[in-house]
């Protein structure tokens, strides 16, 4: 039988996530006026979902035999410094995993009895994203002329990855109650990351910076057209099918977090 406690955590998560909903999404669209402090007051939530995203691009370019320089947070968001690896997937690291990431933690707030694990994992992945994040520091400019786009108060953003760190610190000496609500705050973060900036998903035009978005960059692979040339039709599609992705690990970790265990 299934205990009253599992249940709980299910109801917990299904509370959490209307919550989070009803701030992150709703209320800008029901309140346009109030959109801006929306904004202001989930934004170190939101870069949550930067953090994850840019750890996403270098961790997919190490594993396909590519290489990851650094990467950096800014008030514009992040960008992650790669080369070589396999370009698509590189891509669908930043665009998809923040949503994948989120999806498991969903799973494990509910499934998993030994909750040390993805703490220690989250403690792995944490420490790995502030390295590549204070890299740059020691890396020579003659040999990557890219770090001419590096500033040092980029290091500000250290706090986020060394914050994170301390609440993992901390939550392993938690009751299994806390962990569990920790890990459903933080899989809910990461996952509407994925949906709070649809504004750069479907952005068509050329970033700030001159850069196009991930989602043009990754249409482009797959059409004989250039990113500059890519048609806007073209672009949507990919933009959807990202977005549709996005959803589907979202309602994914969601279903397997509520199911109820199979009796022994």
């Given at each position: 039988?299934?205990?009253?406690?599992?249940?709980?955590?299910?109801?917990?998560?299904?509370?959490?996530?209307?919550?989070?909903?009803?701030?992150?999404?709703?209320?800008p669209?029901?309140?346009?006026?109030?959109?801006?402090?929306?904004?202001?007051?989930?934004?170190?939530?939101?870069?949550?979902?930067?953090?994850?995203?840019?750890?996403?691009?270098?961790?997919?370019?190490?594993?396909?035999?590519?290489?990851?320089y650094?990467?950096?947070?800014?008030?514009?968001?992040?960008?992650?410094?790669?080369?070589?690896?396999?370009?698509?997937?590189?891509?669908?690291?930043?665009?998809?995993?923040?949503?994948?990431?989120?999806?498991?933690?969903l799973?494990?707030?509910?499934?998993?009895?030994?909750?040390?694990?993805?703490?220690?994992?989250?403690?792995?992945?944490f420490?790995?994203?502030g390295?590549?994040?204070?890299?740059?520091?020691?890396?020579?400019?003659?040999?990557?002329?890219?770090?001419?786009?590096?500033?040092?108060?980029?290091?500000?953003?250290?706090a986020?990855?060394?914050?994170?760190?301390?609440?993992?610190?901390?939550?392993?000496?938690?009751?299994?109650?806390?962990?569990?609500?920790?890990?459903?705050?933080?899989?809910?973060?990461?996952?509407?990351?994925?949906?709070?900036?649809?504004?750069?998903?479907?952005?068509?035009?050329?970033?700030?910076?001159?850069?196009?978005?991930?989602?043009?960059?990754?249409?482009?692979?797959?059409?004989?057209?250039?990113?500059?040339?890519?048609?806007?039709?073209?672009?949507?599609?990919?933009?959807l099918?990202?977005?549709?992705l996005?959803f589907?690990?979202?309602?994914?970790?969601?279903?397997?977090?509520?199911?109820?265990?199979?009796?022994?």
């Amino acid at each position: 039988m299934t205990s009253n406690r599992g249940l709980g955590h299910r109801r917990m998560l299904l509370s959490l996530m209307a919550g989070f909903f009803l701030l992150w999404v709703a209320l800008p669209l029901l309140f346009p006026n109030l959109a801006y402090l929306v904004y202001l007051l989930t934004a170190p939530l939101r870069y949550v979902g930067v953090f994850v995203h840019e750890m996403g691009h270098g961790l997919a370019s190490l594993l396909t035999g590519g290489s990851f320089y650094w990467f950096q947070l800014d008030a514009d968001g992040g960008a992650a410094i790669t080369a070589g690896g396999w370009q698509s997937l590189v891509l669908l690291g930043g665009l998809l995993g923040p949503a994948l990431c989120g999806s498991a933690l969903l799973m494990v707030s509910t499934r998993a009895t030994k909750l040390w694990i993805p703490y220690l994992i989250l403690l792995l992945f944490f420490a790995c994203g502030g390295y590549y994040m204070i890299k740059p520091v020691w890396m020579s400019s003659a040999d990557y002329p890219l770090l001419a786009q590096w500033k040092v108060t980029h290091l500000l953003a250290v706090a986020l990855p060394v914050l994170l760190m301390m609440a993992c610190l901390l939550l392993l000496r938690a009751t299994d109650a806390w962990q569990r609500l920790a890990l459903q705050v933080l899989g809910i973060v990461m996952c509407y990351s994925a949906f709070s900036d649809t504004s750069y998903i479907f952005q068509y035009e050329a970033l700030r910076n001159g850069m196009y978005s991930d989602v043009r960059v990754f249409a482009s692979l797959f059409l004989p057209f250039s990113v500059q040339a890519l048609p806007w039709l073209a672009f949507v599609f990919f933009a959807l099918l990202i977005g549709l992705l996005n959803f589907a690990l979202l309602g994914l970790g969601v279903m397997r977090a509520l199911a109820l265990p199979q009796p022994q």
